[in-house]
């Protein structure tokens, strides 16, 4: 059985296909918690348990394995959120999902941030492949915002002229910022309090 490498095009035997979903998962683990230029190419062997020679069988250099990961993490947290999101169409069902988004963070007590949005942070200044990736991850979880918002003003939770874009973008918008200012204070007062003035502006919105 063979797979698809995405990114340069060759075929992938199952073994293969392993080999290389484990030097993604080491790379994402560390780059979360180092950073990608705190992380290093032999780090990445020692933390996934392959050669040189199979890793740059799959990467041409760390610019493509940082691509990989983003890739790989942006898979994980659009499943979250489309999981989280997906069913969302009350106001209280929004006010649980920032809940379950706050409590997770708080269990490192808001260290390392957004798995995406530190990505971002370092990458998006150099490395225009990367940054269209996470562009189009970031307005795809801006799209699952905006969806709940619309299912809110289908049930009349909304008044029709709402801007379910724009306040999905502000909604996003606090969202990153409070797991900066969480990451930063260790601590997720400031992450719980910016989602709540987005929430609460939303609510004040409310038909009801």
């Given at each position: 059985m063979t797979t698809a490498d995405s990114h340069n095009g060759r075929r992938l035997t199952a073994r293969g296909a392993k080999t290389r979903t484990r030097i993604v998962t080491a790379a994402?683990?560390?780059?979360?918690?180092?950073?990608?230029?705190?992380?290093?190419?032999?780090?990445?062997?020692?933390?996934?348990?392959?050669?040189?020679?199979?890793?740059?069988?799959?990467?041409?250099g760390k610019d493509a394995l940082v691509r990989a990961v983003i890739d790989h993490v942006g898979q994980r947290v659009i499943e979250r959120e489309r999981d989280a999101l997906g069913h969302v169409s009350t106001l209280p069902g929004l006010r649980r999902w920032r809940d379950a988004l706050v409590a997770n963070n708080a269990l490192r007590h808001g260290a390392y941030g957004c798995a995406l949005g530190s990505?971002?942070?370092?990458?998006?200044?150099?490395?225009?492949?990367?940054?269209?990736?996470?562009?189009?991850l970031f307005t795809e979880w801006q799209g699952l915002l905006a969806g709940v918002l619309r299912r809110l003003q289908d049930s009349g939770a909304l008044p029709p002229e709402a801007p379910v874009d724009q306040l999905a973008t502000g909604l996003m918008g606090a969202l990153q910022g409070g797991y900066m200012l969480a990451q930063t204070a260790r601590d997720v007062t400031p992450m719980a309090t910016s989602i709540d003035m987005a929430l609460a502006h939303i609510e004040s919105l409310s038909a009801g």
């Amino acid at each position: 059985m063979t797979t698809a490498d995405s990114h340069n095009g060759r075929r992938l035997t199952a073994r293969g296909a392993k080999t290389r979903t484990r030097i993604v998962t080491a790379a994402a683990d560390l780059m979360y918690i180092q950073g990608v230029g705190g992380t290093t190419l032999d780090e990445v062997l020692a933390a996934s348990g392959v050669s040189k020679s199979q890793l740059y069988h799959h990467f041409d250099g760390k610019d493509a394995l940082v691509r990989a990961v983003i890739d790989h993490v942006g898979q994980r947290v659009i499943e979250r959120e489309r999981d989280a999101l997906g069913h969302v169409s009350t106001l209280p069902g929004l006010r649980r999902w920032r809940d379950a988004l706050v409590a997770n963070n708080a269990l490192r007590h808001g260290a390392y941030g957004c798995a995406l949005g530190s990505l971002a942070s370092e990458v998006s200044d150099h490395d225009d492949l990367a940054r269209r990736a996470l562009s189009h991850l970031f307005t795809e979880w801006q799209g699952l915002l905006a969806g709940v918002l619309r299912r809110l003003q289908d049930s009349g939770a909304l008044p029709p002229e709402a801007p379910v874009d724009q306040l999905a973008t502000g909604l996003m918008g606090a969202l990153q910022g409070g797991y900066m200012l969480a990451q930063t204070a260790r601590d997720v007062t400031p992450m719980a309090t910016s989602i709540d003035m987005a929430l609460a502006h939303i609510e004040s919105l409310s038909a009801g």
